[in-house]
């Protein structure tokens, strides 16, 4: 594909080469493949299950290791919080309350029951009060309005511009949980949580990725609370923010699959999914780091269980990375017999669901020792797995290669063909799905910190069908952070309870008892 001299220089601003943005093409063209399932990470079969005994030992292992180590929490949270209000941005616009047609019609003509809750609960919105104090200086005669009427000025209060804008709010500065003494927003309760386990020597280190027009919203929210919340946990915060980089951005391109211009003839790049903030993760240096969405948070009350389960999976991380770290140092001193190999290949099947060669055994003793090494040198992930009960989100399986290799993958629906009917019928085998609660080790047993950008699988991603301008357009994304972009790292899945997952899709989520007091 032939570009101008401008595009280059476009191209070499954004920190992107030709090389690439002909990689990009290519898979446009080219499409990109489906996942091949080979079938579903179950219990006993690439997920474990931990009783209460193996739990408290995996928790006192971590606490009592902790200390002695650097501790990360990662959270991406560039989200805004538009999708959060859909259907009431849909419902101020097209809900007239001065004309005969009643909220109650509105709703079951659109059968909208998250808007019919949302309103059942107003009051027990942490925003309500807010929300009330700017109408009766807006709207003086608001209590005299019928109830249709002040419906649609609280919508239009909580998300007009002129107001309080809470649409174009990032979703991690949302009023979120509201206490007795103060409304806490996501940021702050991921502070508070981190204390619990992603602390050391009275430190607490937590890294968001966010958007970089968003950044001195982050910056004043922390100042405001930071005082609060050493105090209230005795801990020192230090809080980092980094931004999607520009060099991850794909371009995009016309439904014929030639590059979309904009009105000045420039080409169009996009912001390529949460698989970019692989290149954040990978400019961070930690011994554990925690890995969580913005809006999986809870009121306190609710913290005991999450922080149990992080412990665990943070517990499991640790003992299977001294494990490895010890039989590379062995690899590396050349002091194993042949049936010490075995046993390392046995490790790496059993505790790392490594797909270990049927030749193996036949290779020379050379190729042996470098076989082992590769595989176990490795960024480690430890992801828990929530029980599938109608949640939406990716699941676990087991996935098949170009070379006939299994290994555990976290992958989304869009990336199986649905119209195969053996794939389909392994996807409805799932019974668990991923909540984002991973715990990593990206160090090598040299202490050295891995390029993670080498584990991605770049064949792996989306083309999407998008809009700019009332014009179609393809756009691709990169392969997802904890799919793709993680493809090639040691995993291990771990069942956790569905009380540890408590996203916020949509307002109405504020009103369910993990988010009340």
């Known amino acids: 594909m032939n570009f101008s001299e401008q595009d280059l220089k476009q191209i070499d601003n954004k920190g992107l080469t030709l090389q690439k943005i002909d990689s990009q093409i290519e898979q446009f063209q080219n499409g990109i493949p489906f996942i091949d399932l080979e079938s579903p990470a179950i219990l006993n079969h690439g997920i474990l299950k931990f009783d209460e005994v193996a739990r408290k ?154 958007s970089e027009t968003h950044n001195d919203k982050f910056e004043a929210e922390f100042k405001k609370i930071k005082s609060r919340v050493e105090k209230a946990t005795g801990l020192d915060y230090n809080i980092s923010f980094s931004f999607q980089k520009q060099s991850t951005d794909t ?90 190999l075995v046993e390392i290949a046995e490790f790496l099947r059993r505790k790392l669901n490594v797909d270990i060669s049927i030749e193996f055994e036949k290779y020379a003793l050379q190729y042996q020792v470098e076989y082992l090494k590769e595989k176990l040198n490795r960024p480690i992930r430890i992801c828990g797995m929530v029980k599938n009960e109608g949640e939406p989100g990716g699941g676990p399986f087991w996935v098949e290669d170009h070379r006939g290799n299994l290994s555990l993958q976290i992958v989304e629906s869009a990336q199986i063909d649905l119209n195969n009917s053996i794939q389909k019928d392994i996807l409805n085998g ?44 393809l756009a691709l994304e990169l392969p997802g952070l904890w799919n793709g972009a993680m493809a090639n790292w040691n995993t291990v899945f771990v069942e956790v309870p569905l009380e540890t997952f408590n996203p916020v899709k949509t307002v109405a989520d504020l009103l369910k008892p993990a988010h009340q007091m």
């Open 430 to 473: 799932a019974t668990h799905f991923n909540p984002v609660d991973l715990v990593c080790g990206t160090k090598d047993y040299k202490g050295n910190t891995f390029n993670l950008l080498k584990f991605v699988d770049p064949k792996t991603g989306f083309i999407t069908q998008k809009t700019k301008g009332g014009q179609d357009l």
């Open 251 to 340: 371009i995009a391109l016309t439904p014929e699959k030639e590059p979309f211009r904009e009105d000045d003839g420039s080409l169009l790049f996009r912001p390529s999914g949460h698989g970019a903030l692989i290149e954040n993760l990978n400019d961070l240096d930690a011994d554990v780091i925690f890995i969580k969405n913005i809006d999986n948070v809870v009121v306190s009350k609710f913290k005991e269980n999450i922080v149990e389960y992080k412990k665990v999976l943070a517990g499991v991380l640790l003992e299977l990375q001294e494990q490895v770290f010890t039989y590379l140092q062995q690899l590396d001193n050349n002091v194993l017999n042949e049936n010490e």
């Open 57 to 210: 030992n995996y928790v006192d292992a971590y606490d009592g290791k902790r200390d002695n180590i650097s501790v990360l929490k990662f959270v991406p949270a560039s989200g805004a919080a538009t999708r959060m209000f859909k259907n009431l941005f849909n419902f101020v616009a097209n809900f007239n309350p001065e004309s005969e047609e009643s909220f109650s019609a509105y709703a079951e003509k659109n059968n909208d029951k998250n808007l019919i809750s949302f309103f059942d609960g107003l009051e027990k919105l942490p925003f309500y009060d807010l929300v009330i104090e700017v109408i009766l200086k807006s709207y003086p005669e608001y209590k005299s309005f019928n109830a249709d009427k002040q419906k649609w000025i609280f919508v239009n209060v909580m998300l007009g511009e002129k107001y309080l804008d809470y649409g174009a709010f990032p979703k991690g500065l949302l009023p979120f949980h509201k206490y007795d003494d103060h409304i806490s927003t996501a940021f702050e309760e991921h502070l508070f949580e981190a204390a619990s386990y992603a602390s050391t020597n009275n430190n607490a280190h937590l890294h968001f990725t966010i």
